[in-house]
């Protein structure tokens, strides 16, 4: 049993480090000076170069990028958890004719690409004047079933008789939802919150359609699209800004881990 034990657990530190290999890589691309990126066969270059993550900031007002991707990802999570929660209510609590349905072709919109919605979508967007806008960002992809989906599940895991009682106390339907749902739902919008925030973070076709003017709303993709040019790659910027874009996502996995955990373990494992 000890020898077994031995060997599963080599074998997953092997995958664990397979799977940890391309970002210590980035990290150790990121901390290379110039010359060396792949210039040498080790790993480590001469010197530890901290000035790459500075200079990453000197080469393009990456900082501008952040705050745009954070304020795009930020407001596109807040509308897809209302969005969602109260359509996930609707189609889990309340009783109405063609309900299934409704809630059948809402999951279809599943199986269409995004790149075939990106031209009705863009003409859609021209037609209302939110081309190169923050709006354009935020609300074409903020409505999907997925979140629905997610919540709808949760939503029927929940007894019944919780909402039975609040209504024989006068209790509305918005006040059932506010104030006995969403507390119960946490978990599974910790793991919507996070799914959705790391999609609008790393989106790169859709902000590069929409977007003209890359330096006052460009996002975090579209900022490391400059460090590729004719003047040759900056592949240590480039490592290095990759670093720094992983920090949101990270701070935010680490703020939601208790409801992420939780969520993942309870969300969808149960419907009436």
Same mark, same amino acid.
């Given at each position: 049993?000890?020898?077994?034990?031995?060997?599963?657990?080599?074998?997953?530190?092997?995958?664990?480090?397979?799977?940890?290999?391309?970002?210590?890589?980035?990290?150790?691309?990121?901390?290379?000076?110039?010359?060396?990126?792949?210039?040498?066969?080790?790993?480590?270059?001469?010197?530890?170069? +901290?000035?790459?993550?500075?200079?990453?900031?000197?080469?393009?007002?990456?900082?501008?990028?952040?705050?745009?991707?954070?304020?795009?990802?930020?407001?596109?999570?807040?509308?897809?958890?209302?969005?969602?929660?109260?359509?996930?209510?609707?189609?889990?609590?309340?009783?109405?004719?063609?309900?299934?349905?409704?809630?059948?072709?809402?999951?279809?919109?599943?199986?269409?690409?995004?790149?075939?919605?990106?031209?009705?979508?863009?003409?859609?967007?021209?037609?209302?004047? +939110?081309?190169?806008?923050?709006?354009?960002?935020?609300?074409?992809?903020?409505?999907?079933?997925?979140?629905?989906?997610?919540?709808?599940?949760?939503?029927?895991?929940?007894?019944?008789? *919780?909402?039975?009682?609040?209504?024989?106390?006068?209790?509305?339907?918005?006040?059932?939802?506010?104030?006995?749902?969403?507390?119960?739902?946490?978990?599974?919008?910790?793991?919507?919150?996070?799914?959705?925030?790391?999609?609008? +973070?790393?989106?790169?076709? +859709?902000?590069?359609?929409?977007?003209?003017?890359?330096?006052?709303?460009?996002?975090?993709?579209?900022?490391?699209?400059?460090?590729?040019?004719?003047?040759?790659?900056?592949?240590?910027?480039?490592?290095?800004?990759?670093?720094?874009?992983? *920090?949101?996502?990270?701070?935010?996995?680490?703020?939601?881990?208790?409801? *992420?955990?939780?969520?993942?373990?309870?969300?969808?494992?149960?419907?009436?």
């Amino acid at each position: 049993m000890r020898a077994r034990s031995v060997i599963s657990h080599v074998l997953l530190a092997g995958v664990a480090l397979a799977f940890l290999y391309p970002l210590i890589f980035a990290v150790a691309t990121a901390l290379k000076p110039p010359g060396e990126t792949f210039g040498s066969a080790s790993l480590v270059g001469s010197s530890l170069r +901290w000035q790459n993550f500075s200079d990453v900031f000197a080469y393009v007002p990456f900082q501008r990028y952040i705050l745009n991707g954070v304020l795009v990802a930020g407001a596109g999570t807040v509308v897809v958890l209302c969005a969602s929660a109260l359509s996930a209510y609707a189609f889990a609590a309340l009783r109405w004719r063609g309900r299934d349905g409704v809630f059948l072709l809402f999951l279809a919109t599943l199986m269409v690409p995004q790149e075939v919605l990106v031209v009705p979508m863009f003409l859609l967007m021209q037609a209302f004047g +939110w081309v190169d806008s923050y709006q354009s960002l935020i609300f074409p992809w903020a409505f999907t079933a997925f979140g629905t989906f997610l919540l709808r599940q949760f939503f029927r895991s929940v007894p019944g008789e *919780l909402r039975e009682a609040a209504r024989i106390d006068s209790a509305g339907e918005l006040r059932i939802f506010v104030r006995i749902m969403l507390p119960l739902a946490r978990p599974a919008l910790g793991v919507l919150a996070v799914f959705t925030f790391i999609t609008y +973070w790393n989106s790169f076709l +859709w902000p590069l359609i929409m977007i003209n003017d890359v330096t006052a709303r460009g996002t975090v993709p579209l900022g490391l699209q400059l460090f590729f040019g004719q003047n040759g790659n900056q592949w240590h910027l480039v490592m290095a800004a990759s670093i720094i874009s992983i *920090l949101p996502t990270l701070l935010l996995l680490i703020a939601l881990q208790k409801h *992420l955990v939780k969520g993942i373990a309870t969300a969808g494992l149960a419907g009436r």
